[in-house]
């Protein structure tokens, strides 16, 4: 499941992380903490997708303009739009910029938990939007 913007939600550690448990949650809180200096309450790892309701959604995308862009318009992703050069989508992918740069210091699995979701997020949305244009 992809985000709005194009991150990979389904891989993120915060998607369905009240269904994970209270042990995943607080591995995740440690995780982000010493990679990203990002304390969060535990309760707060959970997430339904960016597309979800306001109160299933990770509480820092709830205002992501680009999240409410698609909201409204019943797009699925920015795939869907037919804009170019969006100053929303621009805001919103600027967010995950420099994960990569991050994760070059991980181990390969911290890489793979807590930055590779991130990554790639404007060629994941690149790839989709081809693959919607062209009816697939």
């Known amino acids: 499941m992809m985000s709005a913007c194009g ?16 042990d995943h949650q607080a591995r995740v809180v440690e995780a982000w903490t010493r990679i990203y200096n990002r304390p969060e309450p535990p309760e707060k790892i959970a997430c339904e997708g960016c597309l979800s309701s306001n109160v299933e959604v990770f509480y820092t995308s709830v205002g992501c303009k680009c999240r409410l862009c698609c909201l409204a318009k ?11 050069g969006c100053s929303l989508l621009e ?12 994760g070059a210091r991980l181990s390969p699995e911290d890489y793979d938990l807590y930055a590779r979701p991130y990554c790639a997020h404007r060629e994941r949305l690149a ?3 081809v693959v919607f244009r062209a009816g697939g």
Request: proline share 7%; with cysteine.
């Open 127 to 129: 790839a989709a939007r």
């Open 74 to 84: 019943g797009y699925a992703s920015c795939a869907e739009c037919p804009q170019e």
């Open 7 to 22: 991150v990979l939600c389904s891989d993120c550690p915060a998607y369905h992380g009240a269904e994970k448990g209270s």
């Open 91 to 102: 805001e919103a992918q600027s967010v995950w910029d420099g994960v990569p740069s991050i």
